[in-house]
């Protein structure tokens, strides 16, 4: 089958969005012209998550999570998500009870509803949320494709601990005293609605959550937008321990948490003035070029081959090493 992206394009060709909707395919999500905003995100056992290391509230928490982050890159709130089950044979009814406990407890966090849904035998555990959700009074959704040259690029919080964590899953003896904390950050992340409001009423021109890694993500932003988004690598702030599981891994800590994925902070494309908030961790600008990304260290152009991962196999957290020299 065709990598995910190409599927996406394949599908985008042969659909259009007709009355009510002001933006289709191709964003965090769907836009009403209402200002409604709709997502959908699945979450596949052997994909996205992994039982044997995953507990179902781990999968019932990630499964909301990424749909309510999705919401958040477009600046607004959650307000009530519809859950899709695939049930294997052999999951038990506790664990249909933790899965929903946890989405259940992280609705609560989100002052959003669980309405609905369906139920179906599958051969393998599957979660597909469908989340509705709305932009704060007066203010439009934010796409990726509204940066503007001269803006700068914004993270809202340290990257590459839920890459760290995957490798300290798969080896007992990485992540020292910050395994634990790694390990969680993979098994739960963590949506940043509120920071997404935020940014939307300071002007954001351009927004996406950081899931597949922030180069990959960077790049979306640019091709949307039509320019070029350059990465400071060495601007990219990274979670404690990251460095020293990296190292030990034989991966570059920066292309770690720059291609790793799974983070859920978001991205945003700022007016200079409007970034320098001390939650806010400028890593890069927006100019006119090529659409996409550049990957910088120390002014030189260490763009790598690989700028995240797609979600139709289980990635790996390595990360091929910049050019040297």
């Known amino acids: 089958m065709d990598g995910e992206l ?5 599908i985008t060709a042969r659909v259009a969005p007709r009355g009510g909707v002001s933006v289709g395919i ?5 836009v009403l012209d209402d200002g409604t905003v709709l ?15 995953h507990s179902p509230a781990d999968i019932g ?24 089950l695939g049930l294997p044979p052999d999951i038990a009814a506790d664990d249909v009870d933790a899965m929903y406990r946890a989405m259940e407890d992280l609705s609560r966090d989100h002052a959003m509803s669980i309405v609905g849904g369906d139920v179906s035998a599958s051969p393998v555990l599957s979660l597909s949320v469908a989340i509705i959700g709305r932009a704060p009074q007066g203010i439009r959704p934010v796409l990726r494709s509204g ?15 839920s890459a760290a964590g ?32 935020h940014l939307a009423e300071a002007g954001a021109t351009a927004m996406i959550d950081v899931s597949d890694g922030l180069l990959l993500d960077a790049d979306r932003v640019g091709r949307a937008s039509g320019l070029t988004a350059v990465i400071d690598l060495d601007a990219v702030p990274r979670v404690r321990g990251v460095d020293d599981v990296a190292r030990a891994a034989g991966v570059d800590p920066a292309l770690l948490a720059c291609t790793g994925g799974e983070d859920y902070h978001l991205l945003a494309a700022l007016p200079p003035e409007a970034g320098r908030e001390p939650h806010l961790q400028v890593v890069g600008h927006i100019q006119a070029g090529t659409p996409g990304v550049r990957a910088m260290r120390a002014g030189r152009d260490v763009t790598p081959t690989r700028l995240g991962w797609e979600h139709h196999a289980r990635g790996s957290a390595s990360a091929e090493p910049p050019p040297q020299g």
């Open 6 to 10: 190409e599927v996406i394009r394949r």
């Open 26 to 30: 191709g964003d965090d999500a769907a």
């Open 39 to 53: 997502a959908l995100d699945m979450v596949v056992d052997g994909v996205h998550v992994r039982r044997s290391t």
């Open 61 to 84: 928490h990630t499964a909301l999570a990424v749909n309510i982050s999705d919401v958040a890159a477009m600046g607004a709130a959650p307000v009530a998500a519809m859950v899709g």
């Open 147 to 161: 940066a503007r040259p001269g803006d700068v690029l914004v993270v809202t919080g340290p990257l590459g601990a």
């Open 166 to 197: 995957l490798i300290c899953l798969d080896d007992p003896d990485a992540g020292g005293d910050e395994r634990d904390a790694l390990i969680a950050a993979h098994l739960r992340p963590q949506p940043q609605a509120a920071h997404g409001r």
